[in-house]
């Protein structure tokens, strides 16, 4: 059972390392060649908060929730893993 749907994608929030940076999110599975090493490293750099995987078929949905939780954090809203998760439970591969 490999079909398209069953595809997932990896994805990681993190918070920026610079000054109480920003929150954001990279899909590694999504990037192109060039800009590969450039967003891994500053996921790498950064704070993790959650990663996990999407199913593919719940992509859109599913990134419509992780950008209204990037909203809600990076205007202050003290959301963590646990939060991130109960939001994201629907959408997330096992």
Do not use: C, W
């Not at 993190?14 to 999504?30: H, I, L, N």
């Not at 995987?53 to 719940?58: A, M």
């Amino acid at each position: 059972m490999n079909s398209e749907n069953e595809k997932r994608i990896m994805f990681e929030i993190y918070r920026e390392a610079v000054d109480q940076g920003s929150f954001k999110v990279v899909y590694f599975t999504e990037l192109g060649e060039h800009e590969r090493e450039t967003e891994i490293g500053n996921a790498v750099r950064g704070d993790h908060v959650f990663d996990g995987f999407i199913l593919n078929r719940e992509r859109g949905p599913a990134k419509m929730v992780v950008q209204r939780l990037l909203e809600q954090m990076n205007e202050g809203s003290p959301l963590g893993p646990t939060d991130i998760e109960r939001e994201l439970r629907p959408f997330l591969a096992a």
